[in-house]
């Protein structure tokens, strides 16, 4: 059975810093395209961030430069590290991958506020 399971979310000034934890199971992260997505309220989920299995990674226009998205293999786990966090940043953030049309997962999502 997969799960996802996200952590680390919070309350935080702007221009502070948070780092998200997805905790996998019954899947491999380095063997997986690993994603970052968020969520502002009324917003549509939007993607933020992935890293292949190569290690290659991809972000989003509007977080480029402030977010940094990581694994670590041994405790199969993906991190997004969030630096200069903006109000616009507010939103529920969910790890998840794709391994075929049929195997799609989605952790339970974490939320993150930033405010003023």
């Known amino acids: 059975q997969v799960r996802l399971v996200e952590s680390g979310g919070g309350l935080v000034q702007a221009g502070g810093s948070l780092r998200l934890s997805c905790v996998a199971s019954g899947l491999l992260v380095t063997s997986n395209t690993m994603k970052w997505s968020y969520q502002a309220p009324g917003k549509q989920r939007e993607l933020a961030a992935l890293i292949t299995p190569d290690g290659d990674t991809n972000y989003a226009d509007s977080v480029k430069g402030r977010f940094t998205i990581s694994r670590d293999n041994a405790k199969n786990t993906v991190y997004l590290e969030m630096n200069n966090l903006k109000l616009d940043d507010t939103g529920v953030y969910y790890c998840?991958?794709?391994?075929?049309?049929?195997?799609?997962?989605w952790g339970q999502g974490t939320r993150v506020t930033v405010s003023s």
């Open positions: 998840h991958t794709k391994m075929d049309i049929l195997r799609v997962y």
